[in-house]
């Protein structure tokens, strides 16, 4: 016969058969509580109550006895079975990653060991250890004066809690570790905090851990995110320190990481991914236990966003996930720069299912995650036109700015979110965290990989604040990377195109081959927006109705080859019909002009009021009055005569 636990009904029925009398309610809460219905715990329990003549009432001195004599049971255990209920009664979950990393043992033997567990009589159905059980488990660690096995898992409990995102026991037991100068384990205890103060954007004080606990290429990663490029540089080419680590793939992983983001910094991008991506496979059988201050696929994945690379950061990150990498803790941060890449290739509803599921209202997401989490949210509701989205993720974004300090990695979020609170004329609250990345990327000596995006973000930023100087000193700078690769270049063209345009200088030819460029690096919205922008602002009808069907051609889809053909956007109506359409042109006003450009782009009434600073109801009247001067019966007449009207 296999016993099972007894539910509550069976709980009572097994009572009144040894107690001879129903217990009460009280006396069944008292005993479920400290049992959890495990049969041998009710029978030690409620034999005890018996033998001492208590019935009627809960009697918790009673629980002695029963305690020393279950503490007899417990020492009587294997040793791994031990460990095993040990630190499972210290409060660390059933997960077999977790369990094996600290307890030393491979998974498959975590998992037989979870087997022979729930056959102990110690451990309750959901895999839980009893209350009483785990007061007789802490009663055998506290036999050593010392704090006994208990105090020896401290660190890697601690190791665990990090791993699975608890960041705040992390460090509260790393602390009572690191404050004990004869704990064993107080260099490991170190390590938890570094990487824990890392993913809450404290890279400095990171690093110093680091450096304490000899982990080089740990410290190194820290260390360029803080500008500190000669320090890191001088730890890579320590060679006694590489000598002197144990083989191992997480080693191996590691140094590869290290080397990957120095390169990003002072050599090729393709180096720079390369040593990445195979630092991320290294990790992929065991990564999921690996408590980094950053994982070589989110760092991969970042590269990849700042030079276009969308493939390939997809491709990473995709398996980061798959695999569990960097454990827990790091999930989010993998699906935020998925929800990244998303935006990036125009595919907004992905990026706002994987923002929507990356941030659950129940938990807050760390400082690091949080700028990721609000710039994505920020970038979702400028490129949608969505003012009211706008301001609420604004609201979000201002927290998580003063929360995150400035450093390398937190670069993209940053300038994304510079042009957003251009967008709403609050620029006070990036402005200084601007100026110190300014400062960290002249400590780097302005890498184009890092540099190039925040350029390229600060030219929209100032155009957005009609702040004409900034925007050219951006666009100036963007220009000194074009030489550094194609991405750069692209950027750098449409930068200088974005110059143009917002000085009402429109040259059709110059706008098709920055927008085709944007659209062919793998940014279709931004392609489309600038060719809309320049159609927006040109006064030349001619011009207007190739810009504007470029920009639905990019949005919608590959450009038409350029240069004639059916699907030219160029090509304008001819016959009878394009000579009626351009006898009607003049029946439009500039304002009216402006409001079909932007229907025709497929904008609300609400998104044109406030693209031209007009309510949405202006706009429904203006609409109403084409109509009528135009003949149209409803929308979709009115739809093809304007097209009719811009391709004249």
Sequence with gaps: MVLGHLDRTQLADRVSALLGVAPSPALLDWLWSRTAGLPRLVEHLVGSMRDHGELDSPAPHLEAGIIERLRTDVAALDPSMFRLLLVRALGVAADVAALGHILDLEPSAVADLLRGARASGLVCPDGSIAPLAREALASCARIDPAGGPARRFTARRAEAAALDGDLDEALRLADQVITDPAAADRARAATVVAAVLAHRGLLARSAELYRWTGSAPLAVVALLGTGELDEAGRLLDDRDEIRHRPPTLLAGAESLMARGL?????????????????AATLLGPSGDVALLPDTPAALAGLVALHVGHFDVAESVLDQAVACRLGGPVADPRHRLLQGWTAMFRGDHPLAHAVLLRTTPEDRALEPRDELLAAGLQVGLARREGDLRALHDAWRRAREAIVRHPVDLLALLPLGELAVGAARLRDQGWVAPHLAEARTLLDRLGNPPLWAAPLHWQGVHAAIAAQQPAEATRCAEALA?????????????????????????????????????????????????????????????????????????????????????????????????????????????????WEIATLLLGSHTYKQIGERLFISAKTVEHHVARMRQRLGSDGRPELLAQLRVLLDS
């Design 262 to 278: 120095h390169e990003s910094v002072i050599g090729s991008p393709t180096a720079a991914l390369s040593a990445l991506t195979r």
């Design 480 to 592: 000194t990377t074009a030489e550094y690769g194609p991405y750069p270049a692209v950027l750098a063209a449409a930068g200088q195109c974005w110059l143009q345009v917002a000085g009402g200088t429109i040259g059709p030819g110059t706008v098709e081959s920055a927008a085709r460029g944007l659209h062919a690096a793998g940014l279709p919205w931004e392609g489309s927006r600038l060719a809309g922008q320049a159609a927006i602002r040109t006064t030349d009808r001619k011009a207007m109705s190739a810009l504007l069907a470029l920009a639905r051609s990019l949005h919608r889809g590959p450009a038409s080859p350029a240069g004639g053909g059916a699907s030219s956007p160029a090509r304008g109506a001819s016959g009878p019909e394009g000579s009626a359409a351009a006898s009607a042109v003049g029946a439009l006003t500039e304002r009216e």
